[in-house]
C-alpha cells in the first residue's frame, strides 16, 4: 500500500539580534557591507541598496519613492514599516529574514532567492516573483492585488491570512505548498500547476470552474 506523504510546512522562529549599534550618518548605500547594525528613518533613492550586504541588522521605517535592491544579500536581516511606491529587487538574497509592517505599490524581484523568510502584516500591490527560487517562507496577515510566481519554485512555502486578487502561476514548480491561508479574490491561471499544494474543500469548492476548465469541463447551473 503506498504510503502518503506528509506535506511539511515551515515554522519560522523570530529574529533575535545581540546588541546593534546605531547607524552612520551616511549608511546605507549600494554596494555597502553592514553587519550588526540599525537604520532608522532612511530614505530611500534610485540605486541605493544595489549590491549591499546587511548580516545581523535592523532596517527600520525606509520611505521614498523607489527602493532598489538588485542583487542585494539580506541575511538574519528584519525590515520594518518599509514605505515605497516601488521595489526593485532584481537577484535579491533573503535568507532567515523578515519583512514586516509595510506597504509596498510595485515589488519587483524577479530571480530572486528567498530562503527561511517571514513576510507579515504587509500591503502590495502587484509582487513579481517570477523565475526566483522560494524555500521556507511564511506569508503572514499580507493583502496582494497581484501574485506573480511564474516560472518560480516554491518548496515549503506557506500562507497565513492572507488575501490576493489575482494569482498567476503559470510553469510554477510547487512542492509542500500550503494555499489554505490565502484567500483568491479573483482570478487563478494555469490550475494544472497547483501541483504539489494543499487547499482546504472551501477553497476547492470555490475552484470548481477552473479545474473545470483546464480539463475541458463545462459547468452549468
Not at 547607524?23 to 532612511?42: K, M, N, Q, V
Not at 514586516?100 to 504587509?122: K, N, Q
Not at 494569482?167 to 487563478?188: E, M, Y
Amino acid at each position: 500500500m503506498a504510503v502518503r506523504k506528509v506535506p511539511r510546512f515551515p515554522v519560522l522562529e523570530p529574529l533575535r539580534f545581540p546588541k546593534l549599534d546605531h547607524a552612520p550618518a551616511d549608511a546605507p548605500g549600494a554596494r555597502g557591507s553592514y553587519d550588526l547594525i540599525e537604520f532608522t528613518d532612511a530614505t530611500a533613492h534610485e540605486d541605493s541598496l544595489d549590491g549591499a550586504s546587511f548580516s545581523e541588522c535592523v532596517l527600520n521605517g525606509i520611505t521614498g519613492e523607489e527602493l532598489s535592491l538588485r542583487g542585494a544579500r539580506i541575511s538574519e536581516t528584519r525590515i520594518t514599516g518599509l514605505n515605497v511606491p516601488t521595489l526593485r529587487g532584481s537577484r535579491v538574497l533573503f535568507r532567515d529574514a523578515e519583512l514586516l509592517g509595510s506597504r509596498v505599490g510595485a515589488m519587483e524581484v524577479h530571480d530572486g532567492e528567498f530562503r527561511g523568510t517571514l513576510i507579515a502584516e504587509s500591503k502590495f500591490g502587484w509582487v513579481n516573483f517570477r523565475a526566483a527560487q522560494l524555500q521556507r517562507v511564511v506569508f503572514r496577515d499580507c493583502v496582494f492585488s497581484e501574485l506573480d510566481f511564474g516560472g518560480a519554485t516554491l518548496a515549503g512555502v506557506s500562507f497565513e491570512n492572507c488575501r490576493v486578487d489575482a494569482l498567476q502561476i503559470d510553469g510554477a514548480r510547487l512542492s509542500d505548498v500550503d494555499l489554505r491561508g490565502l484567500t483568491i479574490i479573483g482570478s487563478i491561471s494555469d490550475a494544472q500547476n497547483l501541483r504539489g499544494a494543499t487547499i482546504s474543500s472551501q477553497q476547492a469548492a470555490e475552484l470548481t470552474r477552473v479545474f473545470a476548465s483546464h480539463l475541458g469541463i463545462s459547468v452549468e447551473d
